[in-house]
């Protein structure tokens, strides 16, 4: 099992900043890859930005420019740093483990204000 924690969501007004934190703990040997997903309300989850071990990374075409994914083995810890955030990336925030199965936590909210 693995277990996913978020922090970092919050309320930030349209062109601010946020920085979002996964740290995994448990059988966390053999994660092949981690990431983040979000879900707006009333849309389907959609793949933000994802990470490998092998150091490969891949966004969203919608955040590309915007959001920059990172991965501190150390402290298995994935981050979303978010910039020029939008009213359109209001969503839940949710990371995930691919461990062969998959991993979610439990999601953290940001909210953007125009």
């Known amino acids: 099992q693995v277990q996913l924690v978020e922090s970092g969501g919050g309320l930030v007004q349209a062109g601010g900043s946020l920085r979002l934190s996964c740290a995994a703990s448990?059988?966390?040997?053999?994660?092949?890859?981690m990431g983040w997903y979000r879900q707006a309300p009333g849309k389907q989850r959609e793949l933000v930005a994802g990470?490998?071990?092998?150091?490969?990374?891949m966004y969203a075409d919608s955040v590309k420019g915007r959001f920059t994914i990172s991965r501190d083995n150390a402290k298995n810890t994935v981050y979303l740093q978010i910039d020029s955030l939008k009213p359109e990336d209001t969503a839940v925030y949710y990371c995930?483990?691919?461990?062969?199965?998959?991993?979610w936590g439990q999601g953290t909210q940001v909210t953007v204000s125009s």
């Open positions: 995930y483990a691919d461990r062969g199965a998959w991993y």
């Open positions: 990470t490998t071990n092998s150091g490969r990374r």
């Open positions: 448990g059988t966390i040997l053999s994660i092949n890859g």
